[in-house]
């Protein structure tokens, strides 16, 4: 990808972002209500993600500390089917409401992420390299650029990733790279070019950023 049209996805990425936050803030009758997002993660989600929303299951992502944007979009992208996941479908349809959706993004975002680490130190280097400056010859853009320094990420488009599973990240990336997950064009056009041993080395090393 030339950097003018790298410039012009991330620019239309953004502008992607700032409709569904604009659609968060504005869509909702009243301000997210973190106290009542608690109640209803504590009864739909606490299994899989952790009381404090910081799951010790690796194949579900830590959603704390997340921007609640993001959070809100993937909720609406589930129970619209736009990104497909059984499980997710059936626990989003027990929420009555985008209200309550609103109020489970409050709440997640409120909570501090646990940090992680890096497990494999012969591939921390390559990890870091693709974070931090991508794969030039291959036209792969560096992760830093939309997620930041720290993985600290972004409103809706572009979320948080320091510390995230690496279990979770592989799945992820891999599911964006075999179009198993086809809710964000930006990232299936990057994983797609990524093969196995960087989609880990990538994973292991966002685990350990922060």
Same mark, same amino acid.
């Given at each position: 990808?030339?950097?003018?049209?790298?410039?012009?996805?991330?620019?239309?990425?953004?502008?992607?972002?700032?409709?569904?936050?604009?659609?968060?803030?504005?869509?909702? +009758?009243?301000?997210? *209500?973190?106290?009542?997002?608690?109640?209803?993660?504590?009864?739909?989600?606490?299994?899989? !993600?952790?009381?404090?929303?910081?799951?010790?299951?690796?194949? %579900? +992502?830590?959603?704390?500390?997340? &921007?609640?944007?993001?959070?809100?979009?993937?909720?609406? *992208?589930?129970?619209?089917?736009?990104?497909?996941?059984?499980?997710?479908?059936?626990?989003?349809?027990?929420? +009555?409401?985008?209200?309550?959706?609103?109020?489970?993004?409050? %709440?997640?975002?409120?909570?501090?992420?646990? +940090?992680?680490?890096?497990?494999?130190?012969?591939?921390?280097?390559?990890?870091?390299?693709? %974070?931090?400056?991508?794969?030039?010859?291959?036209?792969?853009?560096?992760?830093?650029?939309? &997620?930041?320094?720290?993985?600290?990420?972004?409103?809706?488009?572009?979320?948080?990733?320091?510390?995230? &599973?690496?279990?979770?990240?592989?799945?992820?990336?891999?599911?964006?790279?075999?179009?198993?997950?086809?809710?964000?064009?930006?990232?299936?056009?990057?994983?797609?070019?990524?093969?196995?041993?960087?989609?880990?080395?990538?994973? *292991? %090393?966002?685990?350990?950023? !922060?």
């Amino acid at each position: 990808m030339k950097p003018f049209a790298q410039i012009l996805s991330v620019l239309m990425a953004a502008s992607a972002g700032l409709c569904v936050s604009t659609a968060f803030a504005a869509g909702a +009758p009243a301000a997210p *209500d973190a106290a009542k997002g608690q109640a209803i993660f504590g009864q739909t989600c606490v299994a899989c !993600h952790g009381p404090d929303s910081n799951s010790v299951i690796p194949m %579900y +992502p830590k959603l704390a500390q997340q &921007h609640p944007e993001y959070i809100f979009k993937q909720l609406d *992208d589930f129970k619209t089917k736009k990104r497909d996941n059984a499980i997710m479908f059936g626990m989003v349809a027990t929420l +009555p409401d985008a209200a309550a959706m609103r109020d489970v993004a409050a %709440y997640v975002a409120s909570q501090k992420v646990a +940090p992680g680490a890096a497990k494999n130190p012969d591939t921390v280097l390559l990890g870091q390299q693709i %974070y931090r400056g991508g794969i030039a010859d291959r036209s792969i853009p560096s992760c830093s650029g939309c &997620h930041g320094p720290s993985g600290a990420g972004m409103s809706a488009q572009f979320p948080r990733l320091g510390g995230q &599973h690496a279990e979770y990240v592989v799945t992820q990336l891999t599911a964006f790279r075999d179009g198993t997950r086809n809710n964000n064009t930006i990232m299936s056009d990057v994983a797609a070019k990524l093969n196995d041993r960087e989609i880990k080395a990538l994973a *292991d %090393y966002i685990d350990g950023l !922060h």
